[in-house]
Protein backbone atom coordinates (compact mmCIF):
# COMPACT_ATOMS: atom_id res chain seq x y z
CA UNK A 1 0.00 0.00 0.00
CA UNK A 2 1.28 3.24 -0.91
CA UNK A 3 2.87 4.92 2.37
CA UNK A 4 1.08 8.48 1.67
CA UNK A 5 -2.70 6.95 1.79
CA UNK A 6 -4.53 6.66 4.90
CA UNK A 7 -6.32 3.26 4.43
CA UNK A 8 -9.70 2.77 3.66
CA UNK A 9 -9.95 -0.33 5.13
CA UNK A 10 -7.68 -1.21 7.97
CA UNK A 11 -7.73 -4.87 9.69
CA UNK A 12 -5.93 -5.97 12.65
CA UNK A 13 -6.06 -9.51 14.32
CA UNK A 14 -9.49 -10.09 13.76
CA UNK A 15 -11.14 -13.58 15.04
CA UNK A 16 -14.34 -14.91 14.85
CA UNK A 17 -14.89 -18.57 16.60
CA UNK A 18 -18.22 -20.48 16.03
CA UNK A 19 -17.95 -22.96 18.85
CA UNK A 20 -14.54 -24.66 19.43
CA UNK A 21 -14.50 -23.97 15.48
CA UNK A 22 -11.83 -20.91 14.71
CA UNK A 23 -13.15 -19.57 10.92
CA UNK A 24 -10.91 -16.56 10.89
CA UNK A 25 -7.86 -16.55 13.03
CA UNK A 26 -5.50 -13.44 13.38
CA UNK A 27 -6.54 -12.05 10.03
CA UNK A 28 -4.75 -8.13 9.27
CA UNK A 29 -4.64 -6.49 6.53
CA UNK A 30 -4.90 -2.83 5.55
CA UNK A 31 -6.24 -1.06 2.14
CA UNK A 32 -5.08 2.06 0.07
CA UNK A 33 -7.96 4.43 -1.13
CA UNK A 34 -8.72 2.92 -4.83
CA UNK A 35 -7.38 -0.70 -4.23
CA UNK A 36 -9.62 -3.88 -5.01
CA UNK A 37 -8.50 -7.13 -2.40
CA UNK A 38 -9.70 -10.42 -3.47
CA UNK A 39 -10.17 -12.59 -0.53
CA UNK A 40 -9.69 -15.79 -1.99
CA UNK A 41 -9.54 -19.77 -0.45
CA UNK A 42 -11.65 -22.74 -0.39
CA UNK A 43 -14.89 -23.03 0.49
CA UNK A 44 -15.36 -22.89 4.00
CA UNK A 45 -12.05 -21.02 4.85
CA UNK A 46 -13.62 -18.33 6.26
CA UNK A 47 -13.69 -15.04 3.34
CA UNK A 48 -17.61 -14.53 3.77
CA UNK A 49 -17.57 -14.40 7.41
CA UNK A 50 -14.21 -12.04 7.04
CA UNK A 51 -16.24 -10.31 4.77
CA UNK A 52 -19.22 -9.42 7.66
CA UNK A 53 -16.78 -8.25 10.05
CA UNK A 54 -16.25 -5.61 7.84
CA UNK A 55 -19.56 -4.42 7.63
CA UNK A 56 -20.64 -5.75 10.95
CA UNK A 57 -23.23 -7.89 9.85
CA UNK A 58 -20.21 -10.44 12.18
CA UNK A 59 -18.93 -8.82 15.71
CA UNK A 60 -15.20 -10.30 15.10
CA UNK A 61 -14.41 -11.73 19.12
CA UNK A 62 -11.22 -10.17 18.89
CA UNK A 63 -9.15 -7.63 17.18
CA UNK A 64 -9.87 -4.20 15.58
CA UNK A 65 -12.16 -2.80 11.89
CA UNK A 66 -11.23 0.52 10.96
CA UNK A 67 -13.57 2.21 7.82
CA UNK A 68 -11.77 5.67 6.82
CA UNK A 69 -10.12 5.76 10.21
CA UNK A 70 -13.02 4.57 12.40
CA UNK A 71 -13.31 1.56 14.33
CA UNK A 72 -16.75 0.33 13.08
CA UNK A 73 -17.53 -0.36 16.51
CA UNK A 74 -17.96 3.28 17.14
CA UNK A 75 -20.43 3.44 13.97
CA UNK A 76 -24.14 2.52 14.42
CA UNK A 77 -24.56 -0.50 12.16
CA UNK A 78 -27.07 0.90 9.94
CA UNK A 79 -25.58 4.33 9.18
CA UNK A 80 -22.30 2.33 8.43
CA UNK A 81 -23.80 -0.17 6.09
CA UNK A 82 -25.49 2.54 3.74
CA UNK A 83 -21.60 3.86 3.56
CA UNK A 84 -20.50 0.99 2.18
CA UNK A 85 -22.27 -0.70 -0.80
CA UNK A 86 -22.72 -4.32 -0.75
CA UNK A 87 -23.50 -6.87 -3.18
CA UNK A 88 -24.31 -10.82 -2.35
CA UNK A 89 -24.30 -13.52 -4.34
CA UNK A 90 -27.61 -13.86 -4.43
CA UNK A 91 -28.21 -10.95 -5.41
CA UNK A 92 -31.19 -10.20 -3.22
CA UNK A 93 -33.31 -7.58 -5.17
CA UNK A 94 -36.66 -7.13 -3.66
CA UNK A 95 -39.01 -9.07 -5.66
CA UNK A 96 -42.06 -6.49 -5.06
CA UNK A 97 -39.41 -3.31 -6.38
CA UNK A 98 -38.98 -2.62 -10.09
CA UNK A 99 -35.74 -2.68 -11.30
CA UNK A 100 -35.73 1.15 -10.73
CA UNK A 101 -37.15 1.39 -7.10
CA UNK A 102 -34.23 -1.68 -6.20
CA UNK A 103 -31.31 0.66 -7.20
CA UNK A 104 -33.22 3.81 -5.87
CA UNK A 105 -33.36 2.08 -2.22
CA UNK A 106 -30.06 3.73 -0.33
CA UNK A 107 -30.27 7.05 -2.12
CA UNK A 108 -34.11 7.52 -1.32
CA UNK A 109 -32.73 6.08 2.62
CA UNK A 110 -30.09 8.94 2.58
CA UNK A 111 -33.01 11.47 1.45
CA UNK A 112 -31.49 11.79 -1.93
CA UNK A 113 -33.90 14.15 -3.94
CA UNK A 114 -36.04 12.05 -6.30
CA UNK A 115 -34.47 13.95 -9.70
CA UNK A 116 -31.09 13.18 -8.47
CA UNK A 117 -32.09 9.39 -8.11
CA UNK A 118 -33.90 8.75 -11.07
CA UNK A 119 -30.96 10.39 -12.76
CA UNK A 120 -28.29 8.28 -10.94
CA UNK A 121 -30.43 4.88 -11.34
CA UNK A 122 -30.48 5.89 -15.22
CA UNK A 123 -26.80 6.56 -15.98
CA UNK A 124 -26.33 3.06 -13.96
CA UNK A 125 -28.89 1.30 -15.60
CA UNK A 126 -27.20 2.56 -19.02
CA UNK A 127 -23.72 1.84 -18.34
CA UNK A 128 -24.24 -1.65 -16.65
CA UNK A 129 -26.07 -2.48 -20.73
CA UNK A 130 -29.61 -2.65 -19.36
CA UNK A 131 -31.34 0.82 -21.46
CA UNK A 132 -33.50 2.22 -18.78
CA UNK A 133 -36.31 2.27 -21.39
CA UNK A 134 -36.43 -1.37 -21.17
CA UNK A 135 -35.48 -2.30 -17.67
CA UNK A 136 -36.41 0.20 -15.23
CA UNK A 137 -39.97 -1.03 -14.68
CA UNK A 138 -39.54 -4.32 -14.99
CA UNK A 139 -39.29 -6.63 -11.86
CA UNK A 140 -36.37 -9.02 -10.53
CA UNK A 141 -38.28 -12.31 -12.15
CA UNK A 142 -38.67 -10.97 -15.39
CA UNK A 143 -34.39 -10.82 -15.55
CA UNK A 144 -32.13 -13.33 -16.37
CA UNK A 145 -29.63 -14.32 -13.69
CA UNK A 146 -26.73 -12.00 -15.24
CA UNK A 147 -29.21 -8.93 -15.42
CA UNK A 148 -30.65 -9.98 -12.09
CA UNK A 149 -26.42 -9.47 -10.76
CA UNK A 150 -26.21 -6.43 -12.45
CA UNK A 151 -28.84 -4.68 -11.07
CA UNK A 152 -27.60 -5.77 -7.59
CA UNK A 153 -24.14 -4.12 -8.54
CA UNK A 154 -25.97 -0.82 -9.29
CA UNK A 155 -27.98 -1.20 -6.44
CA UNK A 156 -24.46 -1.44 -4.93
CA UNK A 157 -22.87 1.59 -7.00
CA UNK A 158 -26.60 3.64 -6.34
CA UNK A 159 -25.35 6.17 -3.85
CA UNK A 160 -21.89 6.47 -4.74
CA UNK A 161 -20.32 4.97 -1.79
CA UNK A 162 -16.37 4.94 -1.81
CA UNK A 163 -16.52 1.12 -0.14
CA UNK A 164 -17.76 -1.51 -2.24
CA UNK A 165 -17.77 -4.96 -0.74
CA UNK A 166 -18.71 -8.22 -2.81
CA UNK A 167 -19.71 -11.49 -2.09
CA UNK A 168 -19.19 -14.25 -4.69
CA UNK A 169 -21.04 -11.57 -7.18
CA UNK A 170 -20.76 -13.38 -10.39
CA UNK A 171 -20.86 -16.87 -8.25
CA UNK A 172 -24.71 -17.92 -10.21
CA UNK A 173 -23.54 -17.20 -13.63
CA UNK A 174 -22.57 -19.70 -16.29
CA UNK A 175 -18.86 -19.20 -17.25
CA UNK A 176 -19.57 -17.62 -20.33
CA UNK A 177 -21.87 -14.80 -19.26
CA UNK A 178 -19.51 -14.65 -15.83
CA UNK A 179 -16.48 -14.13 -17.88
CA UNK A 180 -17.90 -11.13 -19.90
CA UNK A 181 -19.95 -9.90 -16.93
CA UNK A 182 -16.36 -9.91 -15.47
CA UNK A 183 -14.78 -8.03 -18.06
CA UNK A 184 -17.66 -5.05 -18.00
CA UNK A 185 -17.10 -5.12 -14.41
CA UNK A 186 -13.21 -4.50 -14.71
CA UNK A 187 -13.72 -1.70 -17.61
CA UNK A 188 -16.77 -0.01 -15.09
CA UNK A 189 -15.67 3.93 -15.07
CA UNK A 190 -17.98 3.53 -11.31
CA UNK A 191 -15.59 0.85 -9.94
CA UNK A 192 -12.24 2.50 -10.99
CA UNK A 193 -11.86 4.81 -8.16
CA UNK A 194 -13.59 2.62 -5.32
CA UNK A 195 -11.70 0.80 -2.87
CA UNK A 196 -13.15 -2.75 -3.53
CA UNK A 197 -13.06 -6.05 -1.61
CA UNK A 198 -14.35 -9.05 -3.41
CA UNK A 199 -15.08 -12.62 -2.49
CA UNK A 200 -14.35 -15.65 -4.44
CA UNK A 201 -12.72 -18.96 -5.24
CA UNK A 202 -12.38 -18.91 -8.56
CA UNK A 203 -8.72 -18.44 -9.20
CA UNK A 204 -8.95 -16.86 -12.60
CA UNK A 205 -11.61 -13.84 -11.16
CA UNK A 206 -9.16 -13.32 -8.68
CA UNK A 207 -6.61 -12.91 -11.18
CA UNK A 208 -8.23 -10.69 -13.10
CA UNK A 209 -9.89 -8.58 -10.56
CA UNK A 210 -7.67 -8.22 -8.23
CA UNK A 211 -4.46 -5.41 -7.18
CA UNK A 212 -4.02 -8.03 -4.07
CA UNK A 213 -5.07 -11.07 -2.77
CA UNK A 214 -5.56 -12.63 0.47
CA UNK A 215 -5.33 -16.12 0.22
CA UNK A 216 -7.23 -18.23 3.19
CA UNK A 217 -6.82 -21.41 4.75
CA UNK A 218 -9.05 -22.61 7.46
CA UNK A 219 -9.31 -19.11 8.76
CA UNK A 220 -5.37 -18.44 8.56
CA UNK A 221 -3.97 -16.02 5.96
CA UNK A 222 -1.27 -18.13 3.64
CA UNK A 223 -0.09 -15.32 1.51
CA UNK A 224 -1.45 -11.56 0.96
CA UNK A 225 0.41 -10.09 -1.99
CA UNK A 226 -0.32 -9.25 -5.67
CA UNK A 227 -1.36 -11.93 -8.15
CA UNK A 228 2.18 -12.41 -9.59
CA UNK A 229 3.40 -12.76 -6.25
CA UNK A 230 1.38 -15.43 -5.29
CA UNK A 231 2.47 -17.07 -8.42
CA UNK A 232 5.95 -16.89 -8.29
CA UNK A 233 6.60 -16.74 -4.90
CA UNK A 234 4.22 -18.79 -3.17
CA UNK A 235 4.72 -17.97 0.44
CA UNK A 236 3.98 -21.99 1.44
CA UNK A 237 3.38 -25.02 0.20
CA UNK A 238 -0.56 -25.10 0.14
CA UNK A 239 -0.19 -21.50 -2.06
CA UNK A 240 1.98 -23.13 -4.61
CA UNK A 241 -0.19 -25.95 -4.70
CA UNK A 242 -3.37 -23.87 -4.59
CA UNK A 243 -2.21 -22.49 -8.14
CA UNK A 244 -1.08 -26.02 -9.46
CA UNK A 245 -3.86 -26.48 -11.54
CA UNK A 246 -4.32 -23.37 -13.48
CA UNK A 247 -1.01 -22.31 -13.18
CA UNK A 248 -0.46 -21.58 -16.84
CA UNK A 249 -3.23 -19.71 -17.24
CA UNK A 250 -2.81 -17.58 -14.11
CA UNK A 251 0.60 -17.25 -15.47
CA UNK A 252 -0.74 -15.60 -18.94
CA UNK A 253 -2.48 -13.16 -17.39
CA UNK A 254 0.06 -11.51 -14.92
CA UNK A 255 2.95 -11.90 -17.89
CA UNK A 256 2.63 -8.82 -19.78
CA UNK A 257 4.38 -7.44 -23.26
CA UNK A 258 6.75 -5.24 -20.76
CA UNK A 259 7.83 -8.63 -19.35
CA UNK A 260 8.63 -10.27 -22.61
CA UNK A 261 9.75 -7.45 -24.17
CA UNK A 262 14.04 -8.31 -24.12
CA UNK A 263 12.65 -11.79 -25.56
CA UNK A 264 10.95 -10.27 -28.49
CA UNK A 265 14.05 -8.21 -29.68
CA UNK A 266 14.99 -7.04 -32.23
CA UNK A 267 11.39 -6.80 -33.43
CA UNK A 268 9.93 -5.25 -30.38
CA UNK A 269 10.08 -1.42 -31.86
CA UNK A 270 6.40 -2.28 -32.83
CA UNK A 271 5.56 -3.22 -29.31
CA UNK A 272 1.60 -1.98 -27.98
CA UNK A 273 0.50 -1.15 -24.93
CA UNK A 274 3.04 -2.18 -22.52
CA UNK A 275 0.64 -3.92 -19.92
CA UNK A 276 -0.87 -5.57 -22.06
CA UNK A 277 -1.24 -9.21 -20.88
CA UNK A 278 -0.03 -12.51 -22.76
CA UNK A 279 -3.29 -13.46 -22.62
CA UNK A 280 -5.15 -10.61 -24.00
CA UNK A 281 -2.08 -10.20 -26.61
CA UNK A 282 -3.17 -14.14 -27.81
CA UNK A 283 -7.10 -13.12 -27.43
CA UNK A 284 -5.85 -9.97 -29.81
CA UNK A 285 -3.82 -12.17 -32.26
CA UNK A 286 -5.89 -15.03 -32.87
CA UNK A 287 -9.79 -13.14 -32.52
CA UNK A 288 -9.02 -11.32 -36.16
CA UNK A 289 -8.63 -7.87 -34.05
CA UNK A 290 -6.55 -5.71 -36.26
CA UNK A 291 -3.45 -5.22 -33.64
CA UNK A 292 -0.47 -3.80 -34.71
CA UNK A 293 1.91 -6.71 -33.39
CA UNK A 294 5.32 -7.22 -34.69
CA UNK A 295 5.38 -10.88 -33.54
CA UNK A 296 3.36 -14.05 -34.30
CA UNK A 297 1.51 -16.56 -32.07
CA UNK A 298 4.43 -18.39 -32.24
CA UNK A 299 7.21 -15.88 -31.52
CA UNK A 300 4.83 -14.52 -28.34
CA UNK A 301 4.68 -17.66 -27.00
CA UNK A 302 8.84 -18.80 -26.95
CA UNK A 303 9.29 -15.37 -25.43
CA UNK A 304 6.50 -16.31 -22.83
CA UNK A 305 8.32 -19.51 -22.29
CA UNK A 306 11.44 -17.68 -21.73
CA UNK A 307 10.10 -14.96 -19.36
CA UNK A 308 8.57 -17.68 -17.19
CA UNK A 309 11.24 -20.03 -17.01
CA UNK A 310 14.01 -16.56 -15.93
CA UNK A 311 11.05 -15.81 -13.15
CA UNK A 312 11.27 -19.10 -12.12
CA UNK A 313 14.69 -20.03 -11.54
CA UNK A 314 15.04 -16.02 -10.40
CA UNK A 315 13.13 -17.43 -7.17
CA UNK A 316 14.53 -20.38 -6.55
CA UNK A 317 17.78 -19.26 -6.22
N1 LIG B 1 -23.23 -18.33 11.91
C1 LIG B 1 -22.43 -19.41 11.90
N2 LIG B 1 -22.49 -20.35 12.84
C2 LIG B 1 -21.68 -21.42 12.85
N3 LIG B 1 -20.74 -21.65 11.90
C3 LIG B 1 -20.63 -20.75 10.91
C4 LIG B 1 -21.46 -19.58 10.86
N4 LIG B 1 -21.12 -18.86 9.77
C5 LIG B 1 -20.12 -19.55 9.17
N5 LIG B 1 -19.83 -20.67 9.85
C6 LIG B 1 -18.78 -21.66 9.50
O1 LIG B 1 -17.58 -20.96 9.32
C7 LIG B 1 -16.83 -21.51 8.26
C8 LIG B 1 -16.47 -20.42 7.29
O2 LIG B 1 -17.63 -19.96 6.65
P1 LIG B 1 -17.59 -18.83 5.53
O3 LIG B 1 -18.97 -18.69 4.99
O4 LIG B 1 -16.92 -17.65 6.07
O5 LIG B 1 -16.63 -19.53 4.47
P2 LIG B 1 -16.37 -19.17 2.93
O6 LIG B 1 -14.91 -19.25 2.75
O7 LIG B 1 -17.04 -17.90 2.58
O8 LIG B 1 -17.07 -20.39 2.22
P3 LIG B 1 -17.85 -20.50 0.80
O9 LIG B 1 -16.84 -20.23 -0.27
O10 LIG B 1 -18.32 -21.93 0.80
O11 LIG B 1 -18.97 -19.49 0.85
C9 LIG B 1 -17.67 -22.62 7.67
O12 LIG B 1 -17.20 -23.85 8.17
C10 LIG B 1 -19.05 -22.31 8.16
O13 LIG B 1 -19.79 -23.50 8.32
New binding site residues.
Partial sequence: MPADLAPAIRVAHVRKQ?GT?A?VQDVSFALAPGETLVLL?P????????LKMLNRLVEPDAGLVEINGRDVRQQPAAALRRGLGYVIQQVGLLPHYTVAENIGVVPRLLGQPEAQVEARTATLLTRLHLPPARYARQYPHQLSGGQQQRVGLARALAADPPIILLD?PFGALDPITRASIRREFRELEELRQKTVVL?T?DVTEAFELADRILL?HQGQVQQLGTPRELLLQPATDFVRRFFAAERLALQLRVFTLADLQPYLQPTAALLPAMDTTVHEALENLTSGAQMQYSFDVAQLMAAFGRAVQDAESAWKL
Fill in positions: YHVGSGCGKTTLEVHL
